[in-house]
């Protein structure tokens, strides 16, 4: 069965640092690509960075970029976010998601497959 | 960057009813990188529907995905009363980068 348990959250002043870990299991981790994706309370969905499996591919979304760093240990099954100037409005619960692939001939198509529970991140003073 | 823009917010129905909700992309999206997900209060996102219109593993058929271009729709045939719950469209951008739309809410009427 596969399962993404994130871990890391909490309470953190504006300007702080935090780390997030997901673990994962029942799949071979190294062959899969990997995502975090926040929810701000009452909020919709927002997809924070992406790793390949190899790490040699990251991306960020704009409004994270220069102050996340994901990462990823494919020896210990394990992702990470390092969030470092943290800010109120990067207060949210994140998940972390594994992105699916299926191909379909000349067509490949992605999606996040699988989800982790979640880890709450609250930035206040 | 596109846009997805779900409508309506909110879509008050009885079980046993249809629903149909839109996903509006602000420029033309792949079918394949079309993706929808169905979020219940305290629970991560499921995936429902990739590649627009294929089922995800173990979902009922009552769910189905269509559209190309710029207008997608996720329709549930019957309402069951564990589909009352929020939906969110998706759709994988260049580099790597992703965008969801603003989720549309189907609540018991």
């Known amino acids: 069965e596969v399962q993404l348990v994130e871990s890391g959250g909490g309470l953190v002043q504006p300007g702080g640092s935090l780390r997030l870990s997901c673990a994962a299991s029942g799949f071979t981790f190294s062959s899969y690509s990997m995502n975090w994706v926040r929810q701000a309370p009452g909020k919709g969905l927002e997809w924070v960075s992406y790793i390949s499996s190899s790490s040699s591919t990251i991306y960020y979304a704009d409004s994270v970029k220069g102050r996340f760093t994901i990462s990823r240990d494919n020896a210990k099954n394990s992702l990470y976010l390092q969030m470092n100037s943290l800010r109120d409005e990067d207060t949210a619960v994140y998940y972390c998601a594994r992105e699916g692939i299926t191909f379909g001939g000349v067509i490949v198509l992605y999606y996040f497959d699988y989800w982790g529970q979640g880890t709450l991140v609250t930035v206040s003073s | 960057e596109i846009v997805l823009t779900q409508s309506p917010g909110t879509l008050s129905l009885s079980p046993g009813e249809r629903a149909t909700l839109s996903c509006r992309a602000s420029?033309?999206?792949?079918?394949?990188?079309l993706a929808w997900y169905q979020q219940k209060p305290g629970q991560a996102p499921r995936l429902l529907i990739y590649g627009a219109s294929s089922r995800a593993t173990g979902i009922p058929d009552r769910f189905s995905g269509s559209g190309s271009g710029t207008d997608f729709t996720l329709t549930i045939s019957r309402l069951e009363p564990e589909d009352f719950a929020v939906y969110y469209c998706?759709?994988?951008?260049?580099?790597?980068?992703?965008?969801f739309g603003q989720g549309t809410k189907v609540e018991i009427k």
């Open positions: 998706q759709q994988y951008g260049s580099s790597r980068t992703w965008t």
């Open positions: 420029q033309s999206v792949s079918s394949s990188y």
